[in-house]
């Protein structure tokens, strides 16, 4: 199984970037996949979900409304559309693969069980 985070880089307060997720090694279609963030000094938290089909997302408090989530089979990716993006939004993302085909089977910390390496997201000006 591996997991490869994509598409950081440094963008200016309100400016857009879209993460991308390459998973391999399963079957794509029957897990969902996490995004998770973490700041310098910060515990790592959940950002957003999809399920298995994408049908099924999750949202971080943070997040809604400026980002999405989605993924596309024929490319066994998983995208983190991030818009409208703030100072607070920096950190490094990661990807992950839950244990389950639906994110609300476990909780955002729990149930992941492969992880990408990260890439960095700068907001800034």
């Known amino acids: 199984v591996q997991l490869q985070a994509s598409g950081g880089g440094l963008v200016q307060p309100g400016g857009s970037l879209r993460l991308s997720c390459a998973a391999s090694?399963?079957?794509?279609?029957?897990?969902?996949i996490a995004w998770f963030r973490q700041a310098s000094g910060k515990e790592r938290e959940g950002v957003s979900c999809a399920s298995g089909s994408g049908a099924s997302t999750t949202y971080a408090n943070s997040v809604k409304g400026r980002f999405t989530i989605s993924r596309v089979k024929t490319k066994n990716t998983v995208y983190l559309q991030m818009r409208r993006l703030k100072p607070e939004d920096t950190a490094v993302y990661y990807c992950?693969?839950?244990?389950?085909?639906?994110?609300?089977?476990?909780?955002?910390?729990?149930?992941?069980?492969?992880w990408g390496k990260g890439t960095q997201v700068t907001v800034s000006s």
């Open positions: 992950a693969r839950k244990r389950h085909y639906y994110c609300s089977k476990f909780g955002f910390t729990q149930g992941n069980d492969f």
């Open positions: 090694g399963f079957n794509f279609d029957d897990y969902a």
